[in-house]
């Protein structure tokens, strides 16, 4: 390795072997950034990232325009606008109405509403159940649609979902000694949602909004497919792009809610603690969608997608072995993806909850933070936002399956573009469910990594399991960096020997 990376190991080395008794008193030191009273003062609140709070509402209102305009043209009547004309070189037409298909799409908002529900339902008696589940089951399932796919004739959907299927299960064979303690965050983070009924209250009601929003899109997307022969690549880039980007923005203001009121819940000292500030739900709910809004629509975008990146790279390089050259090829990616995850990462939404920051400073700020106290090793190791993903897309596949299987009862032509755009419905309504644990786990972290006593003051025998778990952590690195320097120092040596 070059010698960049030889010195990078060795100052890993020397910062990772610290104790955890000091990366505590650092915790201690640094101290919180605001004042446990000023954290939802409306006297340090302003508007952040308005930029792209007008890009996501100028987008919601063009693409919506749009969708509308394309679902009554097939309302009822063909052509019923007279727009075909100029649409003919995006699509081949077909003579297809939009009632003929919005049912089925009625069907994947109840399906997937119904999964959402039911998860909320049962997060205080079944969550960890369900999340084992959703581990074991989603690599079965996505095989399973894809030998559909191929029975259907329908080779590239037959690919992807087999791909898919890979992945997932290279996946959890790479985390799957991680798993018992990201079950334990998970089983703690639903402790602490269960305690607030609120919370519960708030995903319900976004799920509504959602569904509404998800009635106009319908209309629009049963439009495209009646209108549409073929060309799957331009109607499901249309289709998709005007509900992926508000799915985003609905379940991380969810997101910011949930993780500004867990976040005073745990430094007050509890749900009814006297010092808690006077509606804070409120508090939380108004900045999230004024103020702060405009930095969840600029997070909504690159988000998820480099967080899901970063996970496949990091358990794919952990089991890598000793081929250098791919381990090289492997680590060069997962720097650059180390890169984006400084400026793109969900615990940013915790800071923008409680501090008011623009997107890119909290999320700088958040992972700062965790670097210099060392949590980031034990961030690093927690897989708790894979399992939720894993129990989010197992929700879209469901109601894909439903929504598909009807639809190819009636118009088997039209099974993959009315089933894969059902599976996002479906995904984004059971994310609504899933965002409000992982916005206690990322809340969690953070006031660990700010003071660990009020994770101990919470539950002493978390505490004492995660402070366990980051020594353990820190040991590891520290060894793993004097294994890598000690073997780069050898190789120097073997080297200066053959040219002698």
Known sequence: MSDSNISSSSSSSSSDSASIATVDQNVRRNGRMIDDGDTFSPKVRRWRDVFWLAIFMLHLIALGFVLVLLGLNRFKKSDRLNIDRYTNRVWEHNNGLTENYWPNYAVAGGVGAALGWIWLLLLGSHANLMMKVSVH??????????????????????????????????????????????????????????????????????MAVMLLWMGIWSFGAAGVVASSRGDLGRWWLLVVSCLFWTGAVLCNTVHVIVSGLVFLVLIHGGRNASPMPPNPLMKSLRYAVTTSFGSIC?????????????????????????????????????????????????????????????????????????????VEALVAYDCSGAVLLMGTVLGGLITGTCAGVWTWMTWCDRVIMVGSTAMLMGMVLVGLAMVVVESAVTSIYICYAEDPLLIQKWDPQFFNQMSEKLHQRLQHRSALAREILTQNQHDTRMQDIFHL
């Open 298 to 374: 600029y997070g909504s975008l690159f988000t998820a997608a480099i967080r899901t990146l970063r996970w496949k790279i990091r358990g794919f390089r952990s089991k890598i072995g000793n081929n250098e050259c791919l381990f090289c090829c492997v680590d060069f990616l997962f720097q650059l993806v180390e890169t984006l995850v400084r400026f793109f990462n969900k615990y940013a939404y915790v800071q923008i909850a409680v501090y008011g920051k623009g997107f890119n400073r909290a999320a700088r700020d958040a992972w700062e933070l965790f670097q210099s106290t060392g």
């Open 137 to 206: 089951i989603l690599t079965t399932y996505l095989a399973v649609i894809s030998v559909l796919c191929f029975w259907c004739k329908q080779f590239f959907w037959g690919v992807a979902f087999a791909t898919g299927a890979a992945l997932q299960f290279l996946y959890v064979i790479s985390v799957v000694d991680r798993l018992p303690f990201t079950m334990l965050v998970l089983q703690k983070a639903v402790k602490m949602v269960w305690s607030l009924p609120e919370v519960m209250r708030v995903a319900y009601a976004f």
